[in-house]
């Protein structure tokens, strides 16, 4: 284990540790009862998920659509009318949203199932920054508050802070990112400008969590008589044994006595989780997420890889105490070759026998109620503007859409897709969709599914926030 991840996992387990549940038995299938979970999926870069949800076409040259597909028919490399219905033919099923003609994405078929069973809420006209700059936009929509300084990556984030007004002690957000994004930081009890993160388990990989431990037994049944050898393995026996005498002889008060308190603890909870990983063998369509041929592949191994680690969290949900998961996706600044940049991570995401496709399916024999108890909250920092940019994608917008999922959301769209007063814009250059609705708001009404009236303690008054007219986000969910 590299030191700075020791480091992250060394600083959760004392807290784990206390935990009673850790005790319990292995989750049989459809046996318990799951908490409410939020996962945030971070989609780095600005993702167009105008692109994703189309007006269906039309040829009245007055209507949205119409105008819609002129002003983007260079991401497509058409111009006529006649190819751009044969574009939206070919790539795209009709769908109705909320009574609103729509066209979905061929390639994101699951999502299409989800939306018609009522399970997708689409937030349109959101909001999470006040200008198109990629890093201080991220700093604004993962720590919560407008004026997050874009200098300051030390403050808390969103996600910490709902695990920490969920219980103080009892609720922690696993993070399976290469590193913890800001919206993970938990708050920092005196000091607004920092953040403490005994709330945050750092899980980039869950089937090697923790300490080394040679396994002398597993090398033998492997027919290997030299592995056993290796710097590798003679190093953890070494420093395993000296943890072991070493700890009768601390005192308690001594500055010593916390390595190897910790070395202790990680140990042991290393040994639960691998326990628990070792009766939960990875499922063949997950694992075929990374293996060549198969109708599983996704486009992004490391998407592939937090999709496991989700999997995993979810049958060691006990011993995590996990009620926040965190996952990212990067690559969506698509300036030019949309098509080719973006779609495969749609895909990846949405499609049939990919990732939520797969990975819910398999969830739900862990513990049938997962999806029900469960909100995927996907969004990115910002948009893209109106208009395409002339190489085959489009540039910074603000406003955006972003997307709930789950057995117990209740779907359709939450302000208006395709507004008639952007028809004068979707042919002028540098023109954003207008940002209605603050991002916050439906953070907020996620906070409060999963424990009532905890957003305000996160966001502070959320009433202050833009709302667009009509929304009514307190009807997000069903129950």
């Avoid at 198109?132 to 407008?146: K, Q, V, Y």
């Avoid at 802070?161 to 708050?187: D, F, Q, W």
């Avoid at 997950?286 to 490391?302: A, C, E, G, R, V």
């Avoid at 893209?384 to 002339?390: E, V």
Wanted: aromatic share 10%; proline share 3%; hydrophobic share 35%.
């Amino acid at each position: 284990m590299k030191r700075r991840d020791f480091i992250k996992l060394s600083a959760n387990t004392a807290l784990l540790l206390a935990i009673s549940s850790l005790a319990s038995p292995l989750y049989g299938a459809g046996t318990q009862t799951s908490s409410k979970t939020i996962i945030n999926l971070f989609l780095d870069g600005g993702p167009d998920f105008r692109h994703l949800i189309v007006p269906a076409y039309d040829n009245n040259t007055q209507s949205y659509a119409y105008n819609f597909w002129k002003s983007r028919g260079s991401i497509f490399n058409k111009t006529s009318p006649s190819d751009l219905k044969q574009i939206y033919d070919d790539n795209y099923d009709a769908i109705s949203i909320s009574g609103v003609a729509c066209g979905i994405l061929k390639k994101c078929a699951w999502l299409k199932d989800e939306i018609n069973a009522g399970n997708v809420a689409i937030i349109n006209n959101v909001v999470a920054s006040t200008n198109r700059d990629h890093h201080h936009s991220s700093i604004i929509m993962e720590n919560g508050f407008l004026d997050a300084n874009e200098h300051n990556q030390d403050v808390s984030g969103w996600l910490g802070r709902c695990a920490k007004a969920i219980s103080p002690t009892n609720s922690n957000v696993v993070s399976l990112s290469r590193e913890v994004r800001l919206a993970c930081n938990g708050p920092h009890p005196s000091d607004s400008n920092r953040h403490d993160n005994s709330c945050v388990i750092s899980n980039p990989n869950s089937r090697t969590m923790g300490l080394y431990n040679y396994d002398t037994q597993a090398d033998l049944e492997s027919g290997s008589n030299s592995y056993k050898w290796s710097s590798k393995a003679k190093l953890s026996r070494a420093l395993s044994s000296y943890y072991e005498a070493k700890a009768p002889l601390v005192a308690q008060n001594s500055i010593y006595r916390k390595p190897i308190e910790h070395e202790k603890q990680l140990r042991y909870f290393s040994a639960l989780i691998k326990e628990r990983l070792d009766a939960t063998p990875i499922p063949d369509a997950i694992n075929n997420f990374t293996t060549k041929d198969t109708p599983n592949k996704l486009d992004s191994s490391y998407f592939a890889k937090q999709l496991l680690g989700l999997y995993d969290s979810f049958a060691s949900q006990d011993i995590f105490n996990m009620n926040i998961a965190s996952m990212e996706y990067g690559g969506w600044d698509s300036h030019k070759n949309l098509v080719s940049q973006i779609e495969p991570k749609l895909e990846d995401m949405f499609g049939t026998n990919k990732g939520f496709d797969v990975l819910i399916s398999e969830l739900k024999k862990l513990r049938s109620d997962i999806y029900d108890n469960s909100a995927i909250v996907i969004a990115g920092e910002f948009g893209r503007q109106l208009l395409s940019n002339g190489s085959k994608g489009n540039d910074h917008g603000r406003g955006n859409s972003m997307l709930v999922i789950g057995g117990n959301v209740k779907g359709g769209f939450y302000g208006e897709a395709f507004p008639d007063y952007e028809i004068e814009h979707l042919n002028t250059k540098n023109k954003d969709i207008e940002g209605k609705t603050s991002i916050f708001r439906v953070f907020g009404e996620v906070a409060n599914w999963q424990n009532p009236n905890i957003a305000n303690t996160i966001f502070g008054d959320l009433n202050a926030q833009i709302l667009e007219e009509g929304v009514d986000l307190s009807k997000l969910f069903k129950a």
